[in-house]
Each structure stands twice: as C-alpha cells, then as structure tokens.
C-alpha cells in the first residue's frame, strides 16, 4: 500500500510538472489555443473512421485526421501498445488484432519520440503455457518486435499490483499489469469481432486483457465489470481493428469463412463511442451490448454518436 | 583406442542428452525420444510384447543381439540411471577410495527380476514402475531436476527484466504431489549412496534390467579376461572395478555382474587384462547344494510367487467409481491399453506444454504406482498440442496426428445448472463458452441471456471449459471415458457472414 501511494505521489508531482510545463510553454510560444482545441468543432474530432484500406494505410490516414501521433506521445514517453492476443489463433480468423496494424502504431509511436513502446496481453487462456502460443501464432509478437517494441510477459501473478476502482458497482478491486500504471501513455488496439457471451468484443471488452483475475469479471457481473475497469483508466488512445471481422463463434473463432472483411478502422479516445460505433459496423445496435450501455451510464463516455464530432473518410473513395 | 575415454565420451553425451529430453522443450524431447529413447530397455519390450513389428520394439531386440555380443555395455554407455551412478562414483570416491571384489548375492536380484516380471504379466506394474532404471531415473530429471532448472531460469528472468531484456519468460513448475517428490528425491537417494558406498552395487542387486542383462551377459561373445601368464596380481584392476566382479584370488571376471565400462583395461599396466571373444564356461557345477542354502531358494522363489499375486489385490481400478477414474491423455486409448504400458518415466509431465498432466500416485490403485494423469484444476489440454503422444517411449501414449487427436473424446462433459453463474443469476458469463475449442459449448438466448448448453458429440473432454469456470466447486466438470472414442467433427451450418462489402463505401452511422 505504502508503495502504492508513493507511486501514486509521484505520479502526480510528474504531471502536474509536465501539464505546467505544457501550459507555460504553449503560452511563451504564443499558440494557446492547442489546449482548447477540442471546443472548436473543426478542431480534434471525437471519433474517425476509415474505410477501404490496408490496416497500415488506414492507420496512417486516421491518426493524421486525429492530429499525429505527436499529439498524443510526446517526446521521451513510455507508451504501452495493448493488443487483443487472446488466442492462439492466425489472423485470417479474425481473434486478434492485426499484426500489421500493431506493427503500423508501434512505428508510430516511435516516430512521435517514444522512447520504449510496450506490447503485451493476458490472454483469454489461463493455462500455463498458452500466452507464448498467442503471442507467436497471432504474429503480434513477431510484428511489434521488428518495429522495435518491447514485448512484455503478462502470464504472472508477479507483474500485477492491487488496485481499488472508486464508483465500482461490481469489480471493486482488482490486479492490474504494472506497465498500465507506469507507461506514460496508453493505447488500446483491439479487434471488432463476435462474442458468444457479451454479443461483441471490442475496446472496454479488450482491457479484461490488463487484469490478472479476468474470472472474477466473470463470477461477478461480467458486464458491469467491463465498464467499471474503464473508471480506473481510461485508455489515451483507442484504435479498433476491424478489418476483419469476425462474424459467429465467437470470441475463439472457428474458419476464415466466418469472417466478413469489412476494412474498418475506428480511432478515438473515447472508449464508448468508439465501441458504440463499432457494433454498427458489425451489424449491431450498440443498446444490445450491455457493457456499452452501462459505460454510458457511468459516464465513462458517450454512445450517441449523433452528438460526436465524426470525421468520416474512405480511401480511394 | 582408448575404450575407457571412448566410454566416458559416449555416456557424458547421453546423460546431457538424456537430462535435456526432460526440459519440456516440445522440439528436442521428440528428436530425442524417437532416438536415443529408442535404446531404452523397458520402453522398448513393451513396445516389442505389446506391438510386435513396430519400430520401436527393434530396439529391444538390437540391444538384446547386442548383449549377447558385448556383455552389460548397455550399463555404462545408455541406461541413464547407471550414467548417473558413474558421475556420483567420480564425484564422491574419485580415484581415492579403491573398490573391492564383492560377493555375489545372485538371489537378490533375480527374484526381483521374477517378481517384477511375473506381476508385470499378472497386471501389476508396481515393480516396472518403481525399478525400471530409465523410469527411475527420468523421475528425478522430471522433478528434481527440472525444478532446478526452471529455479535458476526464473532467476535470470528477473534479472534481465531489469534491462528491459525479453529474452526468456517466467517458466512454471508444473503440479508435483508431494509423495511424487519423496519417491524421487527418496530413490535419488538411495541410489546415490549404493554408488558411494559400493559403486554398481545397485545394478547388481536391485536393477532387474541389470538382472536380465547379466544373465544374457553369462554367454556374451566378447568378455574380460585376464591372461593368468601376465597378471601379477597387483591388484589395479580390482581398484577400479565398480561393479566389485574382478576375483584376484581366482583370477576370475564375473561376466553377470561386469558392466563393461573398460575401467580394468585401462588400469591394467601389464595388458593382462583383455576384452576379446570367449566361449562361455558354464560353471552351472560349482553350486554345491547345502541344505541350507536350498531351503533359502525355495522360500526366496515361492515367496516371489506368492508376493507377486499380492498387489493385484490392492485397490484394482475396476473396483474404483466412475468419477474417480483419472483422465488419461489422448492416444491412450483406453485405460487398460495405459495400464498395460505406462512405466511413469513422465517424459510426458516434463513435455506438456500446459502443465495440465500432473503425476498421480495411487490413483490408478498400486499397480500402475505414479502414473501420470490430466488434472483440469492445473490447466487444461490445448486443443493444438500432441506433444505427449510424440515422446511416450512405451507405446502408452500413442502417437496422433493433430487432427485425430482433435477429435478424441477423453472425457465426457456435464454442467450442473444449480451451481452455474447464468442459471443461477440470470447475468452472462461465458467463461466455459469462449475456452471451448470444439463447439460443444453452445449459447441459447432466453430473455435477451445467454445461457451455456452442451451438445456431447462434439465435446473431446479437453477440460478447457472446467480449467476456466470461475465457480467453486466447478459447475462444469469432466469425467474420464475408460475407452476413448472419436467426437463428431462441427461443421458449421450455412455461412451468413456477407463477403467483401466493396460496394457499400458508406459507415453504418
């Protein structure tokens, strides 16, 4: 607890200096409209979709109509690329996010000064032995190594720090990776795709992957669960791949054929909007998937798009 | 040549080897089981009774030809439990403390050998699992050893992971019962201090392959012999004499107990000493029968007999419940194919890849004595892996292609809904649902729930759905099958998913 807490100290005295820093040095350059950029309605969109592309080609498109990558990683920062990589599946079956796209935002991030990027999942299997096997069968691995991220173990018990999520309904506490608490930013990266249980897996679904004890989301209430995570962190950046999209048998998936190639990215720091717009790309009205309903509920964002500021842009279209 | 060196090149290298195949790396356990485990005595006669004309039984005839050939040279240059004692003998004697001609206690182990045998044939594999050297010795690099390794692996991960090095991962031990770890550790010590004390004097009195082999070894081609002309009887070649079969005085090399580990020759300054071919004399005549000592081998053999009936007796596995029958892995075939085979090397505890087989103990009753076992609180069988298959020595687990195994039922699943999370709280859960590989595990929407129901064609007993399900007890379980059968393959009905949407370039909102 005590270690906690000085972790915690310290991690505000380092923001409030940098959030100062930020401030004082916007105002000597003389552009302080940067920081009330999201009032103007021309300014930082809510939410972009993309559409037609290859994930890369996409991803390029999108994050240059969200502003940079520079807006979000500053210089010397640590970011942490979370990817779904529940299963030990290709990617032609649509279970994990696209290696090409991982690849594509770690580039990214470096590109924008990061000085270490992070990749890692606690996958949906809680046998020994099978994060290995996902990491290398859904070629993420692989892909955010040759772009020179490092690719983090999340397969014990000793990389996890309790944490408490005040205004939690159900999961009052739980054990968090220690790279979400001390990367400096966040970017969550997962994969539209079908789910047998919660209708659909997307970003606040994809955080059940930071967490040591996902079964207790599951004995609990596991919606309610779902949303309540997003009170304790909210991710910087979310990024669904939802290229393909994976149709039925869902969250494991079954053949390639079960999977509709939509060629979709959505990219917005809203974590219920963006889960909202992906179950209408997938064929679904976003109140049937009760953990967006909820995080609206709990104000952890908004589901009604009609009241986002969308940018909207289709490759070659 | 120098036949002593060529010996210690050869066994070192088969010890490291045989130390690696118990590492758990998928790879090198398979390369090395299907060659050098093709040499292992035991493994390979079950392979030869059990399944005449494979491959694998070959071995056993190669190294029997062989012994009728070269003596005991499977001693000293394969079986690694005799290895193991040569490395204690060199460590903890060293050249200091010289070995002495021991007296030969015949009797030991040849009723051990029949006792072993004779149950074995009866259906007790108590003694095979308990004696085989190989089996013996493949407990201590699965448990001990392995331990260990893993101890210092994790270690130099959490060093390394101070420089932001990846390079290795956090490597888990799997499940060891703490009786499993007292037989090992306990047999690691037993055999340690034989070799300290009185160097192969295991071999020679316990082993009931080293029993078999020096009966063969009586009537092999190439022997020890010391030219009566040239000895000088100094006494070099007694020194270093582990197996304590050189007799000075009679000027006489026990060829039963010589493990041909070319020490002797080595030793011997005045070439005395050869190994070279030589009819066998049978000296069947020196036994002088005393009444004394006839009346101590009648008792020793019909009480063998009788002993050898008595463990059939002790808790069988047909007297056992259904549910306590242990899950046995896939290629097995069916429990009395396992008990048939299985020596409990756990070749296939150190290999699997999920941790999911553990080593039982009495489970499967005294006859099949630690014997491994799946245990879905441990983990669960990963519908991708065959790894145990692929390294079985015995014939036990039987080799599957990825695809049958895909479709062997193990085990028969069963929910019970009054402790199960959705029928319970009417909230979803799915923990069962998205673990299933095979499509067993259906959602039924009632009531905008989705509540988990089973169809048992599909289901192979894999145990993903049991290893995942967060409630305690476990509200879906697996039962083994005794005779494992074949699932049906899914085959999903008509595809709704549209193809390619190239025409449609708007968004949905």
Same mark, same amino acid.
């Given at each position: 607890?005590?270690?906690?807490?000085? +972790?915690?100290?310290?991690?505000?005295l380092k923001?409030s #200096?940098a959030t100062?820093?930020? /401030?004082g040095g916007? =105002?000597?350059w *003389?552009?302080?409209e940067?920081?009330f950029?999201?009032?103007a309605?021309?300014?930082?969109?809510?939410?972009v979709?993309?559409k037609?592309?290859e994930?890369?080609?996409?991803?390029?498109q999108?994050i240059?109509m969200m502003g940079?990558?520079?807006?979000f990683?500053?210089?010397?920062?640590?970011?942490l690329?979370?990817?779904?990589?529940?299963?030990?599946? +290709?990617p032609?079956?649509g279970a994990?996010t696209n290696? #090409?796209?991982?690849?594509?935002i /770690?580039?990214?991030? =470096?590109?924008? *000064?990061?000085?270490?990027?992070?990749v890692?999942d606690?996958?949906?299997?809680s046998?020994?032995?099978?994060?290995q096997k996902?990491?290398?069968?859904?070629?993420?691995?692989e892909?955010?190594?040759s772009a020179g991220a490092l690719?983090?173990?999340?397969?014990?018990e000793?990389?996890y720090?309790k944490?408490?999520?005040?205004?939690a309904k159900?999961?009052v506490?739980?054990?968090v990776h220690e790279l979400?608490?001390?990367?400096?930013v966040?970017?969550?990266v997962?994969?539209l795709?079908?789910h047998?249980y919660?209708?659909?897996?997307?970003?606040m679904k994809?955080l059940m992957?930071?967490?040591?004890?996902?079964m207790?989301?599951?004995?609990l209430?596991l919606?309610?669960?779902?949303?309540?995570f997003?009170?304790?962190?909210?991710?910087?950046?979310n990024i669904?791949?939802a290229?393909?999209?994976?149709?039925?048998?869902?969250?494991?998936g079954s053949t390639p054929?079960n999977?509709a190639?939509k060629k979709?990215l959505?990219?917005?720091?809203?974590?219920?909007?963006?889960?909202?717009?992906?179950s209408?790309?997938?064929?679904m009205?976003?109140?049937k998937v009760?953990?967006?309903?909820?995080?609206h509920?709990?104000?952890?964002?908004?589901?009604?798009?009609?009241?986002?500021?969308?940018r909207?842009h289709v490759?070659?279209? | 040549?120098?036949?002593?060196k060529?010996r210690?090149?050869?066994s070192t290298t088969?010890?490291i080897l045989?130390?690696?195949a118990?590492?758990g790396?998928?790879?090198?356990s398979t390369?090395?089981?299907n060659t050098?485990?093709?040499?292992?005595?035991t493994?390979s006669?079950?392979?030869?009774?059990?399944?005449r004309g494979?491959l694998?039984?070959?071995?056993f005839?190669l190294l029997?030809?062989?012994s009728?050939?070269f003596g005991?040279f499977?001693?000293?240059f394969?079986c690694?439990?005799?290895i193991?004692?040569?490395?204690?003998?060199?460590i903890f004697?060293g050249s200091?403390?010289?070995?002495a001609?021991?007296r030969?206690?015949?009797?030991?182990?040849y009723?051990l050998?029949v006792l072993?045998?004779?149950t074995a044939?009866?259906?007790?594999?108590v003694?095979?699992?308990?004696l085989?050297?190989?089996?013996?010795?493949?407990?201590i690099?699965?448990?001990?050893?392995?331990?260990?390794?893993?101890?210092i692996?994790?270690?130099?991960?959490n060093?390394f992971?101070?420089?932001?090095?990846y390079?290795?991962m956090?490597?888990k031990?799997?499940y060891?019962?703490f009786?499993?770890l007292?037989?090992?550790?306990?047999?690691?010590?037993?055999v340690?201090?034989?070799s300290i004390i009185?160097g192969?004097?295991?071999?020679?009195?316990?082993?009931?392959v080293?029993a078999?082999?020096?009966?063969?070894s009586?009537?092999s081609l190439?022997?020890?012999v010391i030219d009566?002309?040239?000895?000088r009887?100094c006494?070099s070649?007694?020194g270093v004499?582990?197996?304590?079969?050189i007799?000075?005085?009679?000027l006489?090399i026990d060829?039963?107990?010589?493990v041909a580990?070319f020490?002797?020759?080595?030793a011997?300054q005045?070439t005395a000493?050869?190994y070279q071919t030589?009819l066998?004399i049978?000296?069947?005549?020196?036994?002088?029968?005393?009444?004394r000592s006839f009346l101590v081998?009648?008792?020793?053999?019909s009480?063998?007999?009788?002993?050898?009936l008595?463990?059939?007796?002790?808790?069988?596995l047909?007297?056992m419940?259904?549910?306590q029958?242990?899950?046995?892995?896939?290629?097995?075939?069916?429990?009395?194919?396992?008990m048939q085979?299985?020596?409990?090397?756990h070749l296939?505890?150190?290999?699997c890849?999920?941790?999911v087989?553990?080593p039982a103990?009495l489970e499967?009753?005294?006859c099949?004595?630690m014997?491994p076992?799946?245990?879905?609180?441990?983990?669960?069988?990963?519908?991708d892996?065959?790894?145990c298959g692929?390294?079985?020595?015995?014939g036990?687990?039987?080799p599957?292609?990825?695809?049958?195994k895909?479709?062997?039922q193990?085990?028969t699943?069963?929910?019970?809904k009054a402790?199960?999370?959705?029928y319970?709280k009417?909230?979803?859960?799915?923990a069962?649902?998205?673990?299933?590989?095979t499509?067993?595990?259906?959602?039924?929407?009632?009531g905008?729930?989705?509540f988990?129901?089973?169809?048992?064609?599909y289901?192979?007993?894999c145990?993903?759905c049991?290893?995942?399900c967060?409630?305690?007890?476990?509200?879906?379980?697996?039962t083994?099958k005794i005779?494992h059968?074949k699932?049906q393959?899914?085959?999903p009905?008509a595809?709704?998913v549209?193809?390619?949407?190239k025409?449609n370039?708007?968004f949905?909102?």
């Open positions: 607890m005590n270690k906690l807490n000085s +972790k915690e100290r310290r991690e505000f923001k #200096l100062g820093v930020a /401030v916007s =105002f000597l *003389g552009t302080p940067i920081l950029a999201k009032a309605s021309s300014g930082t969109p809510d939410l979709a993309v037609n592309g994930p890369d080609a996409m991803f390029n999108a240059f940079g990558m520079k807006k990683v500053k210089k010397g920062q640590t970011v690329v979370k990817p779904n990589i529940s299963f030990a599946r +290709k032609e079956i994990t290696p #090409l796209l991982v690849k594509s /770690v580039a990214h991030c =470096f590109g924008a *000064g990061a000085k270490k990027v992070y890692f606690n996958v949906a299997s046998s020994y032995g099978m994060a996902c990491y290398k069968e859904s070629g993420i691995g892909a955010a190594k690719v983090a173990p999340g397969d014990n000793k990389y720090q944490v408490t999520i005040p205004g159900a999961l506490s739980t054990e979400v608490l001390e990367a400096d966040f970017i969550n997962p994969i795709k079908n047998h919660t209708y659909q897996s997307i970003a994809n992957g930071v967490v040591w004890d996902r207790k989301y599951h004995s209430d919606e309610q669960s779902i949303a309540d997003c009170l304790f962190k909210k991710p910087d950046l669904v791949d290229y393909r999209v994976m149709q039925r048998f869902g969250p494991r054929e999977v190639l979709t959505l990219v917005s720091n809203d974590i219920v909007a963006v889960d909202a717009a992906a209408k790309v997938y064929g009205e976003p109140e009760r953990y967006i309903q909820l995080g509920d709990l104000n952890i964002g908004n589901m009604n798009l009609n009241e986002l500021n969308i909207r490759i070659g279209g | 040549m120098n036949l002593k060529l210690i090149t050869i088969v010890f045989f130390v690696l118990f590492q790396d998928e790879k090198i390369t090395l089981s050098l485990l093709y040499f292992q005595f493994p006669l079950l392979q030869f009774i059990h399944s494979h694998l039984g070959l071995g005839l029997l030809l062989a009728f050939i005991r499977y001693c000293s394969l690694p439990l005799g193991l004692q040569d490395i204690f003998i060199r004697r200091r403390k010289r070995h001609f021991q030969s206690y015949r009797l030991v182990p009723c050998l072993t045998v004779v044939i009866l259906g007790s594999f003694l095979v699992n308990l085989d050297p190989y089996s013996l010795f493949g407990r690099a699965a448990h001990p050893f392995k331990s260990l390794v893993l101890w692996n994790n270690m130099m991960v060093v992971e101070q420089f932001d090095i390079a290795l956090v490597r031990q799997h060891i019962p009786s499993i007292t037989v090992s550790i306990g047999s690691f010590g037993i340690l201090a034989f009185s192969r004097a295991y071999c020679n009195t316990i082993c009931p080293g078999l082999l020096g009966i063969v009586r009537f190439f022997r020890f009566k002309k040239k000895c009887s006494r070649c007694e004499c582990k197996a304590g079969c007799d000075i005085d009679r006489e060829p039963s107990r010589c580990c020490n002797c020759i080595d011997c005045k000493l050869n030589q066998a049978l000296s069947w005549g020196r036994w002088v029968p005393s009444k081998s009648t008792a020793a053999v009480g063998t007999f009788l002993a050898a008595f463990p059939i007796r002790l808790s069988p047909e007297a419940q259904r549910r029958i242990p899950i046995i892995p896939p290629g097995s075939n069916s429990t009395a194919h396992f085979h299985c020596t409990a090397c296939c505890v150190s290999v890849t999920t941790n087989m553990v103990y499967y009753g005294v099949g004595i014997r076992k799946l245990n879905y609180l441990q983990g669960h069988c990963d519908f892996c065959n790894a692929q390294v079985c020595p015995t036990a687990i039987a599957l292609l990825l695809q049958e895909k479709l062997t193990i085990g699943v069963s929910l019970n402790k199960c999370i959705v319970v009417k909230k979803h859960c799915g069962c649902g998205e673990a299933c590989p499509h067993a595990i259906f959602p039924v929407e009632k905008l729930v989705l988990p129901e089973i169809d048992l064609d289901c192979i007993g145990g993903a049991e290893h995942a967060p409630t305690k007890p476990k509200a879906i379980t697996v083994s005779v059968s699932a393959k899914y085959v009905s595809s709704t549209q193809p390619a949407e025409s370039k708007g949905p909102f």
